[in-house]
């Protein structure tokens, strides 16, 4: 066996050119098939981790993904708010140990202001359990101070002590402004590659001063700016609230404390565990993972068969090469062997170099793609589910030199070992 794959090598290193570019074709391929692979998995586990060291969520009554897109994706609209002191009642519940309340409504420039305390950057967390961190500045402290997410300061432009001013409601054309009382930059959050990213943060006593003046989404004539020093503190305690994130003592009075919110008698209750219903989301988007899957193959078997066409393309030309080792002594099974250890030489020959190509590609770009897009995709040894894949890349360049190899066979068994010159 040895001695076959000896041979093998040595007539592959006498084509060195085409071999050279058939490797370099195959590598890339494989490259492309772990790159999208572990693109996917991180989404996957990047979406799956969206919202980490939060053991409920509470609102309005509703489905769990829709609860979940508007808390945590800020996509769509709340079915109805929670009243405080229903979220005052939940807060005093002895399993729990932190609150983290959420008023949403408005926004700016396309951007969804959330309304919250400065628990939100204490206790909410993404990935691994990592907390959030502040690029620049701080957390708000007046109440016309306003954080940024990574996306919102990028994509705008804004810097710490940029003036701005939020728009009542969520369409992207605002109507109604809050222009009396502008907001200033006193933070910007360092990436996450979450929808943290995308929110202007400020405080529920904010959201209280803008709409103080207001009357069913509109605003009163005549208003006029309101001084913050001259509004009574009890105008500025919110009434209502959109949601809440809620840590608990122990993860055993998880389901304890779901079936007391979801019994609630003061008000229509859901509270949903994050992981599950993130879950349930991710599953309908399957489709999606599933079609990036078929992509990174189609492209190694567009390769693979550039590997056969190769080999194939040679037999005519190397056809005096295997009368002369049938001459020698070589029988048609060892011409066989030959050319599929060439398969096989060859395409391990790519999967080594895709790997190679893959970790080397990472280990520059990795920082970079979690700084810019919050991936984590750093260099190492492939993972079972990867050499799953890459063995079964290895055995169908095997299978595909299946073709040539009985090709060659029955052409050496017709040939003896007279060639027409």
């Known amino acids: 066996m040895s001695g076959l794959l000896g041979l093998a090598w040595a007539s592959l290193r006498n084509r060195k050119a085409t071999v050279l570019l058939t490797v370099l074709t195959l590598g890339l391929s494989v490259m492309l098939l772990l790159g999208i692979e572990r693109v996917r998995q991180e989404a996957r586990d990047s979406f799956l981790r969206s919202v980490a060291g939060t053991d409920l969520i509470v609102g309005a009554r509703s489905h769990p993904v829709q609860l979940l897109l508007y808390a945590v994706f800020r996509l769509g609209e709340p079915t109805a708010n929670l009243q405080w002191a229903t979220y005052e009642k939940l807060k005093a519940l002895p399993p729990v140990r932190w609150t983290v309340p959420i008023s949403l409504g408005d926004s700016h420039q396309g951007f969804r202001v959330i309304g919250t305390t400065t628990g939100y950057f204490e206790h909410m967390g993404y990935g691994d359990r990592r907390g959030l961190a502040f690029a620049e500045g701080r957390a708000f402290a007046d109440l016309h101070d306003a954080v940024l997410g990574a996306d919102v300061a990028e994509q705008l432009g804004y810097d710490l002590g940029r003036e701005i001013v939020l728009a009542h409601g969520t369409a992207r054309v605002a109507v109604h402004k809050h222009d009396d009382q502008p907001f200033r930059v ?34 009163l004539p005549g208003r006029r700016s309101t001084d913050p020093r001259a509004i009574p503190p009890e105008l500025l305690q919110p009434k209502t609230i959109t949601g809440a994130f809620v840590g608990l003592e122990s993860r055993t009075a998880t389901f304890a ?3 007391v919110v979801n019994e609630y ?48 393309a040679t037999l005519n030309e190397r056809r005096r090469e295997m009368a002369l080792l049938r001459a020698v002594g070589a029988g048609p099974r060892h ?38 897009f919050g991936l984590m995709l750093a260099p190492g040894w492939p993972s079972p589910a990867e050499l799953t894949v890459l063995g079964g890349v290895w055995l169908g360049g095997i299978l595909l030199g299946l073709v040539p190899a009985v090709l060659a066979y029955r052409r050496s068994l017709q040939d003896g070992v007279a060639v027409d010159r």
């Open 265 to 312: 008698r003061g008000e229509p209750l859901i509270a949903i565990l994050p992981g599950v219903a993130l879950t349930q989301l991710w599953s309908l988007m399957g489709g999606v993972e599933r079609a990036l899957f078929i992509a990174a193959v189609a492209a190694v078997l567009a390769a693979l068969m550039v590997l056969l066409t190769t080999i194939l």
């Open 257 to 259: 404390v779901q079936r």
């Open 186 to 219: 006193v933070g910007i959050l360092a990436r996450t590659g979450t929808a943290i990213d995308q929110g202007v943060y400020v405080s529920l006593e904010a959201i209280e001063a803008i709409h103080l003046n207001w009357r069913g989404g509109v605003p």
């Open 335 to 372: 011409v066989f062997g030959l050319l599929l250890a060439e398969a096989a030489l060859l395409t391990g020959a790519g999967v080594l170099l895709g790997v190679g190509l893959m970790e080397a590609t990472l280990a520059v770009l990795a920082p970079w793609l979690e700084a810019r």
